[in-house]
């Protein structure tokens, strides 16, 4: 029996070299595409066929599809620092928007069994939680204008050619394999690095603001089986944590996991959604989701692993386009 080919792109980074290897485990041959902006190599399992390259190389794009005639497409490529986003308006829709498009048409090309798309719940915006399938999305920054427009744009591709699809909204995945040298995004990630820098913990704000922090081993393997549920076609689902928590209560067990004490240090707030959890019924009712790790087990296993790996310098993002009201931390 032929084994199904699979594209996914950004498999080099956290949550895509995650969903690879258990795609490996459940049989696929699957081909990596990612330029390392934001991944690394070693993140890609030794079984999957590994490719350095964009998403916005048209003719990278083309040749693969041409090459490999994917049966599916899981495509997590994305620069998904929600906050700098406003910030870098052409970079975010280049990448997030356009590379994402490049790879609908050539799905509709050559008839591709199901595009598995993650999404964010950034697309709801400020609106009554918690957020639900249901609920009509107002997205408050690019970065959720982007993830928004590309799941409208699969819609038409579904309604005029027939590509079928399975949206994900994940939201604050934590855990092995983060890139703990991001200063923008992933805070879980950026509390440990800080820790292991001996320095303070900064926290935008007073800390109040709440986020359901979502462990990778509990949302991976669902988005991975996804293709195999007929059902789940054409479908959106909320995917993460049920329990938000403040991020003041996330810096205490972050540091009882790095057996450390260290100094909080408050900035200046961020103009950002102060609450933001959703409902995971559907989910649950479609695939079988459920939560098998707390909190507090998930951010001890990833301080394990982040201990064995050692903190990493925070380099600064090259390409800001407006630097007004950019949050001072983030010119230094």
Not at 78 to 101: C, K, P, Q, V, W
Not at 164 to 181: A, D, K, T
Request: a positive charge; one cysteine or more.
């Amino acid at each position: 029996m032929t084994k199904n080919n699979i594209l996914v792109t950004g498999g080099a980074g956290f949550i895509g070299s995650h969903l690879t290897n258990d795609l490996i485990k459940l049989g696929y041959n699957v081909i990596v595409l990612d330029d390392l902006s934001g991944g690394f190599a070693e993140n890609v399992p030794k079984k999957a066929k590994f490719v350095k390259g964009s998403i916005l190389n048209f003719k990278l794009v083309k040749e693969l599809f041409k090459k490999y005639k994917f049966d599916y497409v899981f495509h997590l490529a994305a620069y998904a620092a929600e906050g700098l986003s406003h910030f870098i308006r052409i970079f975010n829709y280049r990448n997030n928007l356009l590379g994402s498009i490049n790879l609908i048409n050539e799905s509709i090309k050559y008839n591709v069994k199901c595009f598995v798309f993650t999404s964010s719940i950034a697309v709801y915006g400020a609106n009554q939680l918690p957020m639900k399938e249901e609920t009509t999305p107002q997205p408050e920054d690019p970065y959720g204008v982007s993830k928004y427009a590309v799941e409208l744009d699969l819609k038409c591709a579904h309604e005029m050619f027939g590509l079928n699809y399975i949206i994900f909204r994940p939201h604050n995945v934590y855990g092995e394999g983060q890139n703990l040298g991001d200063k923008y995004r992933n805070v879980v990630g950026i509390f440990m690095n800080q820790i292991m820098q001996k320095k303070s913990l900064t926290i935008f704000g007073d800390g109040t603001q709440t986020r359901a922090f979502s462990y990778i081993g509990d949302v991976a393997p669902i988005i991975a089986k996804s293709i195999k549920v007929k059902k789940a076609y054409n479908e959106v689902f909320n995917i993460g944590a049920d329990k938000p928590f403040t991020v003041n209560r996330l810096t205490t067990v972050v540091m009882n996991a790095m057996d450390s004490k260290q100094k909080l240090i408050h900035l200046p707030a961020r103009n950002e959604v102060e609450h933001a959890y959703s409902s995971h019924a559907k989910v649950k009712k479609y695939l079988g989701y459920k939560t098998n790790f707390s909190l507090e087990q998930g951010v001890q296993k990833m301080a394990e692993w982040a201990k064995k790996t050692g903190s990493k310098r925070s380099s600064k993002f090259k390409n800001i386009e407006i630097t007004k009201n950019l949050p001072p931390s983030w010119t230094k």
